[in-house]
């Protein structure tokens, strides 16, 4: 059979989440989290609407998922998912971190590989010998810190600096643009 002429295909987005429960174990499984999800949607939207969006779970590790949806549904996909109250009796919400029209580029957005701060001292701090501060916020690579010394955003407005994982790790190893993260 073949494929459908790009005009014809049903646009898509993708939308990452963060699954937060009393569960710590993170044993929540894919199948149990997807029943919960289809459950909320045919109760909030019914038959017709639960067709029309065609939920997927693309990817789930127990914590942070891919959802595929239709491109007209996204306050339906995201009342679904802030719907879901709980999974097989563990108390649960779901979070959206953010939606993107590609698998790739909402990997790259919104599910950051900064391996080394995740586990540095509760993943919230850089401690480095040129700049340490507090991470407010990272988008992928990218990271905005709050230094520690106010006199390295000097002569600026900003109380912010934005750094990536090239000027965190030298970026000599890595400068062909396909770093991995910290």
Known sequence: MRSRL????????????ILESEDDSGLVQARDLMGEIASSQLSLFGDDGAAANRLRLISFDGQIGLIRFSHQHLAE?????AAVSSIR????????????????????KYLPRLVKLSFES???????????????????VKVDLCPDDRYKSAGSSAR???LTS?????????????????
């Open 6 to 17: 790009p005009v014809l295909r049903q646009r898509r987005r993708y939308m990452v989440f």
């Open 160 to 162: 912010f600096l934005g």
């Open 77 to 81: 996909t995201r009342a679904t998912l």
């Open 89 to 108: 009796g563990i108390k649960a919400a779901i979070r959206t971190k953010g939606v993107s029209g590609t698998i790739k580029s909402a990997r790259e």
């Open 166 to 182: 090239l000027d965190l790790c030298g970026g000599h190893e890595d400068a062909d643009g396909t770093a991995d993260g910290l």
């Open 122 to 140: 509760d993943g919230r701090r850089i401690e480095q010998k040129d700049i340490s501060g507090c991470i407010i916020r990272t988008h992928g």
